[in-house]
């Protein structure tokens, strides 16, 4: 008891700290704790936000309406509390909590789209102070603001009119510069108290700015999408033009600001200066928390200022006894005043994780713009999370489980990067063993993971490759059974090759040449001016694609990490989803039995996974690589079926050799010399998985097969060095060996091949000890099925390994053993005065015989390893008998009828079969062991 005790205390400690020892080697441990500090802080001040509002609404006009002045204290409560009512009410509603109240995005970065913010309306105030017309005056108001509204703009208007803006807004600059660069205070009203805007040189004025028009105008035009330009483009610059374009157009917006500035006078500079700093402080600004809180701040300030004089005015209308008011209205600021600072504080550290995120990025193995932006989409997942759970136990949440979370999603966005993600993390420790372990334990991502198989439509394709990626990374810890149709699924995979239909003419009638459908769909077909006008919008308002820079969405100190980190791979992974399907069902049979028995029961699957195993030129959208890769991958799906253990097994191997073109594709493969070693190796053992259930008759007609095995078997054109080579014969003997059982077709068929001396070859390797036991048993097989056809010099062969399978008998054990009392019983047939003598002049007779009745007891319970061992004894013994009628009295001696009496005393079904996988038996005897028994003890009674 003391020791089952020790056990269960060990047990749990040391899961616990195997728990601890995971947890702490997550990548984004850290960054968690960081941005839960963020969030608690965020939280802290919604907190004091929460009490203020309701300290003011219940204590200050709740308890001191009259008593608090109009003009500060109630204007201000008011105030304050409108504000956090907003925030209180939109803080359910994600757009308007992003647009006026989020803490993550309160800082954005200022970049090249704050220089051209600053050119434009520069530009603009400039022209429409200079003007002072009174139209001018909606146009100047109408700039200040859309300048305060432009950091909100990206959360309002849709993507593709901010993709519009992104493109054409440098020009939009450039062109506002043009009225200031023709402009002379001569022609304008004296009241304009300036000097005059201009160059000394009109001409070069005006060529600098056409110089900056065509520069700005030429970085525009090779954003465009028209095909010609990304053609001109990508072979005059390539990649380098995404960042010398971005380097030259900053350069040209300060070239406007100078121009602009430089054609001013000492007013216009400091409006323009005051412009900038405006900019630099409202661009920046992603949303209005800073503002609010800025607000709170001094709000709360001013009111701890003026909350004695309010005191005294209290005492001095006399209205009832406000004893309290100056501590309420200390209590309530005081909470505005911390609101306001921890919003600060929290925005500020939110800019600051590049270091952690720096830190995942590398330690989690992502690359590029896309390793970028993952992590910035699980840092807004898990500060979201942070916020939403308690301070002291926050929502726990991870890589993986963000990852999983998207899968699940309804968006294809956020499903192709949940996708990307767990494909990147299946191939890095730890977090493959995380996701391993999410997978195979959350059966709704698996399912939504599995339905992604058959996704069929053109927009989805990506999401169906990646999905397919990601089951084959995981297949072989999955267990899928319980996925309603997944087998089906998976199968859909392998229906992505085109196959180019080929028509008979006596079982297809065609199509009409000139059906109407058919003039319908054409005239359908072709292009319409609404569909050319999108086209045409779509080249000139939608910038082409390029490699994303994250770092504009955050301030400016935060983008020299992302410089740094390393860049993207170009993918290797190109495997077309055919080949992934076959190795997903692969993968599964090897991890459960199931699945072998789904896949047998599926419509059409074994069909279509046989059409593969040879090469066809059929195939519309597929290379010869890919082709030879399905060819390859479809053999060894065949191989892993064939091998599956036990009673379904049975009829999944007889489905498979049933197809009418299996043998065919097999002999194929065998016959060519210029196939793989690899692609032979899979076939020689899918041959040999469908021949060991004894249904060889189809097979027996196929000389191609048997030529092939007997050429990777015996060929002595190269040494067989390497292991490859020698894994190659290996397999083919054993495919050669297991035709051979119970067929004498197979057997005449091997020994009719012209280029090799079989028997002779089969002896030669009985002598050496790789190929010892196949040799064995193929001439076992020669000696009892075709023993007719041997000559003399194959007799002689076979004398002279007499010996060295005799002493072979005497050390072997197991299957080994079974193998050669086999070998030694034929040659006791087939060449019965060569045995006699060798047993008679070797001295080793009574040896011998004590061998064999020993291993007859020592294997009375007969296993599924070895299950004919007491058979061939037997045998051996009926043999020996039959040709030496001396050997009786040497068997009595040895107390072999008593042994034989167990025998027959100790039946087993084992013993009815020459091999098992699993608990299925295979290749029944013909003879049942108890009539050997009898024909042994009958022999021995004779003496």
Known sequence: MANVAEHRVEMPA?????????????????????????????????????????????????????????????????????????RMFSRNNRLDYQLFFRTRGAFRSVGSNGLIVFACFSNVIVWTITIGSNGSFFL???????????????????????????????????LLLY???????????????????????????????????????????????FPSIIKLVDRTLGSKIVSWRQVILNMSMLATIGMLVSN????????????????????????????????????????????????????????GENTNLVSSLYIFYSMVLGQGILYIIASILEIFPFILRRSLIRNAGFRGPQGVECVDLYCEDAFEKCKKGTVLAPQKTSLVTFAMGYLK????????????????????EPLKTKAISELTTCMK????????????????????????????????????????????????????????????????????????IQQISSSEQTPTTLEWLKQMTIYCFIPREEPTNMGEQMPQILRCWKRSVPEEEPSTDMDPLPVLGMLILDKLAIFDLESCIETYRATGLISKIIEFTTKRTNMANINETHQALLKGSSLKLLRRLSSTKGKSGVPLRLKILEHPLILRNIAEILDDTESSQELRETTAELLRNLAIDGNTEEIDHIRVIIRGLMRAFLSQSAPSSTDSDQLLRLIAGQALAVLAIESSNNCLAMLAEPEYAFIKELTVMIHSDRYRYIASSLLRNMCLHARAEFGNSD????????REVMEGIMDAEGRELEILVGLSSQICEVIPEDFTRELEHGQIKERFIRRLVNALNSNMIPDVHCPGIRRVIVEHAISMIECNPSCTSCFNKYWMVEALLMVEHTPTRVEKYRF????????????????????????????
């Open 795 to 802: 007799l002689k062969e076979v004398s002279y390994i007499l």
């Open 264 to 319: 001013s006078d000492v007013v216009y500079k400091i409006i323009i200066i005051i412009i900038g700093i405006v900019v630099l402080i409202i661009v920046p600004l992603g949303n209005l928390q800073i503002p609010a809180a800025v607000l709170r701040i001094v709000l709360a300030a001013w009111g701890i200022n003026e909350a004695k004089d309010n005191g005294d005015y209290a005492g001095k209308v006399n209205l």
């Open 14 to 86: 040391a899961d616990s700290t195997a728990g601890k020892a995971f947890a702490a080697a997550l990548p984004e441990e850290r960054l968690n704790l960081f941005l839960h500090v963020v969030a608690s802080v965020e939280r802290f001040g919604n907190a004091l936000g929460t009490l203020a509002f309701t300290w003011a609404t219940v204590v200050l006009l709740g308890g001191y309406p009259t008593v608090l002045r109009p003009k500060r204290d109630f204007l201000f409560a008011t105030i304050i509390i409108f504000l956090e009512a907003l």
């Open 445 to 516: 991502t698996l399912t939504c993971l599995i339905n992604m198989l058959g996704w069929v439509s053109e927009g989805h394709k990506d999401i169906r490759s990646l999905a397919a990626k990601v089951t084959a990374e995981v297949a072989d810890k999955l267990n899928v059974i319980h996925v309603p149709g997944a087998i089906q699924l998976i199968a859909s995979l392998l229906d992505t090759v085109h196959v180019k239909k080929v028509k008979d003419p006596l079982l297809d009638i065609g199509n009409p040449q000139h059906s109407p």
């Open 179 to 225: 009225p200031t660069t023709l402009y002379r205070y001569s022609d304008f009203d004296d009241d304009v108290n300036a000097q005059e805007v201009n160059f000394n040189n009109p001409i070069v004025r005006k060529t600098v700015y056409m110089v900056l028009f065509v520069v700005v105008l030429l970085l525009t035009i090779t954003r465009l999408q």
């Open 140 to 174: 100047y108001v109408l700039s200040w603001a859309g300048l305060f509204l432009s950091p909100y703009a990206r959360l309002l208007i849709c993507s593709p009119l901010l993709d519009a803006m992104s493109l054409w807004s440098p020009m939009v600059a450039i």
């Open 916 to 943: 098992f996988l699993g608990d299925a038996g295979l290749m029944e005897h013909n003879i049942p062991l108890s009539a050997l028994v009898s024909r042994a003890k009958q022999l021995m009674s004779r003496e």
């Open 409 to 428: 999603s309804d968006s294809p966005k956020k499903q192709l990067y949940g996708l990307k993600m767990l494909y990147h993390f299946l191939k890095k």
